[in-house]
């Protein structure tokens, strides 16, 4: 079982940028993706980045333009730039985890946390107006 921790969470003035690291533990396989989510208080939890291993990254529209997802793969460390922070970009920000693609998908899938069955602890992000 992979374990995956997300770090570099922290406080920041609208118009910053934060960079969150994920470092991923207990597997010598490469996933199929990888993706980022956050969840502010009283709302559910939305997709923010994912990112197929080689391939595409997807982005929802309030974000794009604004985050950036990446991968080391030689640290298995999933990385998200956050630029341009807004106050409600407030959350608490996770990654997740698919070792192996389903026969079919929509793209759109990607960024659905019940798409992903390992998940991190989280990291607080505070942006402040």
């Known amino acids: 079982q992979v374990q995956l921790v997300e770090s570099g969470g922290g406080s920041v003035q609208s118009g910053g940028s934060l960079r969150l690291s994920c470092a991923a533990s207990?597997?010598?396989?490469?996933?199929?993706?990888m993706g980022w989510f956050r969840q502010a208080p009283g709302k559910e939890r939305e997709g923010v980045a994912a990112?197929?291993?080689?391939?595409?990254?997807v982005y929802p529209d309030s974000v794009k333009g604004r985050f950036t997802v990446s991968r080391d793969n030689a640290k298995n460390t999933l990385y998200l730039q956050m630029n341009s922070l807004k106050p409600e970009d407030t959350a608490i920000y996770f990654c997740?985890?698919?070792?192996?693609?389903?026969?079919?998908?929509?793209?759109?899938?990607?960024?659905?946390?019940?798409?992903?069955?390992?998940w991190g602890p989280g990291t607080q992000v505070t942006v402040s107006a």
């Open positions: 207990g597997s010598t396989s490469t996933p199929y993706a």
């Open positions: 990112l197929v291993i080689g391939g595409q990254s």
């Open positions: 997740a985890e698919r070792s192996v693609a389903p026969p079919s998908y929509h793209t759109s899938s990607l960024l659905l946390p019940s798409w992903y069955p390992n």
